[in-house]
């Protein structure tokens, strides 16, 4: 072969290799591009998405924006309007649930960019219509609400309210009511679609409701195609922790520092009844409810109860942690690695939310879960009648 068609070959080699390399880094794209009236040109969207650890923004120029961010696995990016969050004050944010790279056209509506309207993702259709599928729940919810403290009460309900630790618990009440028929629904939906991202999307973000037998027959009907992702590894740790602190079992034991630094242990408390109470300076509900606790440590801690209140509180936040503590006057242990979610016994025990809380006897076998209000104050009257 002569030397100018050897350079050729090489050259239309080499040629070759980069057009593949740029089509595989392109693949590897979510290219989200949208459309909005040019009356909002120079006006900001913003992508996060807490999970992948995304965060970016983009302005609007002649009506259009685009946005790219890496694939890394099967996911939902949140966005929101920069022009709503200052106009309202508050934002409501738009998703968008996706299970490979690609482009995404959607037309964004910057008054309510939860309005906004995107076509031919499947996995974020058939999100959206369980989703809606909720609905007439929630607003079954809030005629209930209104039906017994009034429209108007609702729609100008403020936490200083006196009537706000009332609707609260009544609230409370209702949500766990219909908890249980969003996880029959949620049943249903998987049975319908098992090799969809959205199912394995929904349980992981249910998985705090769904009870741990449901959750593991829920999780095994599940195709294997997204069980590599990090929400699958979530449900699974989900799993095992509702199996380490269901009724019945012991409950894990764990060491954290006390308001000075002293290691206090869980087992330390054996021989009292023990509401282990997970909680945060910064959560609303979780001081709402902290008046019922103090209540119930009042009046049954001379009977052999007491609490161990483990703070969710973040890192550097500790005077705000202890000032709650002081406030709210929580007089008995008090302890946190000050870690935020990633506190060790949170993820211990599968906390994902807050309040929750766990009722241990005096060998530490758990006997409840998440009671509060008066159901904390009947379970105490019939321990020490």
């Known amino acids: 072969m002569k ?10 080699l080499f ?30 969207l913003v992508l996060y998405n807490k999970t992948t650890g995304d965060h970016d923004s983009v302005t609007v120029v002649n009506g259009k924006f685009e946005i790219t961010v890496p694939y890394k696995e099967p996911t939902r990016y949140m966005f929101y309007s920069k022009y709503e969050l200052k106009k309202k004050g508050g934002y409501s944010p738009y998703g968008i649930l996706i299970s490979k790279p690609g482009t995404i056209r959607f037309k964004a509506d910057m008054e309510s960019l939860a309005n906004s309207v995107i076509a031919d993702v499947p996995e974020n259709v058939l999100y959206t219509e369980f989703m809606k599928g909720g609905l007439p729940l929630r607003q079954q919810i809030m005629d209930s609400l209104q039906a017994k403290f009034g429209a108007d009460v609702m729609k100008h309900l403020n936490p200083k309210d006196p009537q706000y630790p009332e609707i609260y618990k009544y609230y409370n009440e209702l949500n766990e009511s219909g908890n249980k028929t969003e996880v029959e629904r949620l049943g249903i939906f998987i049975k319908q679609h098992p090799d969809t ?14 009870p741990e037998g449901k959750a593991q027959l829920y999780f095994d009907q599940l195709g294997g195609a997204f069980k590599g992702t990090s929400y699958a590894k979530n449900i699974i740790k989900m799993i095992d922790a509702k199996k380490v602190t269901a009724i019945g079992k012991i409950a894990p034991d764990f060491e954290q520092p006390d308001t000075s630094g002293k290691i206090v242990k869980l087992s330390d408390f054996r021989g009292q009844y023990v509401l282990v109470d997970f ?6 509900p979780c001081r709402e ?25 973040q890192p550097g936040k500790k005077t705000a942690w202890l000032n709650a503590i002081h406030h709210d006057q929580l007089t008995w242990t008090q302890v946190s690695d000050l870690k935020f979610w990633n506190n060790a016994v949170a993820k211990l025990y599968g906390i994902q939310a807050i309040p929750q809380n766990f009722l241990l006897n005096k060998e530490g076998k758990i006997i409840a879960v998440n009671i509060k209000g008066e159901e904390l104050n009947k379970k105490l009257v019939e321990i020490f009648k």
């Open 279 to 284: 909680w945060a300076s910064w959560c609303i």
């Open 3 to 12: 030397t100018e068609n050897i350079l050729m070959a090489l050259l239309v």
């Open 15 to 44: 040629i070759s290799k980069d057009a593949l390399a740029q089509a595989n880094s392109e693949k590897q794209l979510v290219v989200f591009k949208g459309t909005t009236d040019t009356a909002y040109n120079g006006k900001q």
């Open 197 to 210: 991202f959205a199912a394995l999307y929904l349980l992981s973000n249910m998985i705090t409701v769904v």
């Open 289 to 313: 409810e902290n008046p019922n606790v103090v209540k119930a440590y009042q009046q049954f801690h001379d009977k052999g109860f007491t609490i161990l209140s483990v703070s969710l509180d």
